[in-house]
């Protein structure tokens, strides 16, 4: 006679709770949020108590360790956005920052998209006719300062933020408009028509950003593609002294809107033909429970909860 593994009544079974993920999840958007304030704010003291000069060359030397504490401390150790990681490479990985076999090929892709969004801004600079080639227009300040919103907004906008949003608004799609479009909101600077146009023309970059981390299942070609395009952005452009008419600005931004229009196109491409990988976000995120351990060992059975999920 077969006597069965772990006898356990019907009164035994333990009823898994019904976990509310809303509440939880405000929580993460507002830590998101607010990490990129409280460095803007950090900065600011500095500038304003010990009155330094933070430079733009120096800066990423205060902006990579404040970042990289938020990263690691809040958002993986504390509250763990986006999700329940049991060790801080799965946590980098999740996010999209994952080293693989096709990492080359990643980085081709990310230096062949900056490249193309430059070259839309030069052939919009070209078609105004005030346009002059100038090596002085390549400050080094630049070059370095562009590492940290290419590495940085990569990872809270595209990594963390993208799959935060996924969990509240279900579908892939509608969660890459919304969150490029927060992405340009706080790239605001003014009301002015072209100020206006100029945050039109971030949230259409940032859904280019976002649609090549969703075709590749990385963020790594984006943050290359962002650090090549900020960094060489004013190599392409008409100098800021020079006047330029609403003709001239049509011709810039139409370039620069038809650029990223290719570089989505070149992604589907590179994804279907090159890297024939799952894409990112495509599948459902919401068993990632985003809740703190301690709560997790207090839930009885929870390990193999989490399995059947």
């Excluded at 990289?68 to 049991?86: G, M, N, R, S, T």
């Amino acid at each position: 006679m077969d006597i069965p593994k772990n006898p356990r009544s019907e009164s035994d079974q333990i009823t898994q709770p019904t976990i509310k993920h809303k509440p939880i999840l405000r929580i993460q958007f507002a830590l998101i949020i607010l990490s990129s304030i409280i460095v803007t704010v950090i900065f600011l003291l500095l500038r304003m108590i010990l009155d330094l000069d933070i430079s733009k060359s120096y800066l990423p030397l205060l902006a990579y360790p404040l970042n990289f504490l938020l990263l690691y401390i809040v958002f993986y150790q504390k509250a763990h956005v986006p999700i329940h990681a049991d060790s801080f490479r799965t946590f980098t990985q999740e996010i999209g920052l994952k080293i693989d076999k096709n990492t080359w090929k990643l980085v081709f892709l990310g230096v062949l998209l900056g490249i193309l969004s430059l070259s839309g801004m030069l052939l919009g600079s070209i078609l105004s006719n005030n346009y002059t080639f100038d090596w002085a227009q390549l400050e080094l300040e630049q070059v370095l300062f562009a590492t940290v919103p290419g590495i940085w907004e990569e990872i809270f906008f595209r990594g963390l933020l993208m799959l935060v949003f996924l969990k509240i608004f279900k579908k892939t799609k509608k969660t890459m408009i919304i969150q490029s479009i927060v992405f340009g909101l706080l790239h605001f600077q003014g009301f002015h028509l072209w100020e206006i146009v100029d945050v039109i023309s971030v949230m259409i970059i940032g859904f280019a950003f976002t649609y090549v981390a969703y075709q590749t299942n990385s963020i790594i070609p984006g943050m290359i593609f962002h650090y090549i395009h900020d960094a060489f952005i004013f190599l392409v452009q008409v100098p800021e002294t020079t006047i330029s008419t609403n003709l001239d600005n049509v011709y810039f931004y139409l370039s620069l809107w038809i650029a990223q229009a290719i570089i989505c196109g070149i992604s589907y491409l590179f994804q279907k033909l090159i890297l024939n990988s799952p894409k990112k976000w495509k599948y459902d995120y919401i068993h990632l429970l985003p809740l703190i351990p301690q709560k997790l060992n207090k839930i009885t059975h929870m390990n193999s909860y989490i399995k059947q999920e």
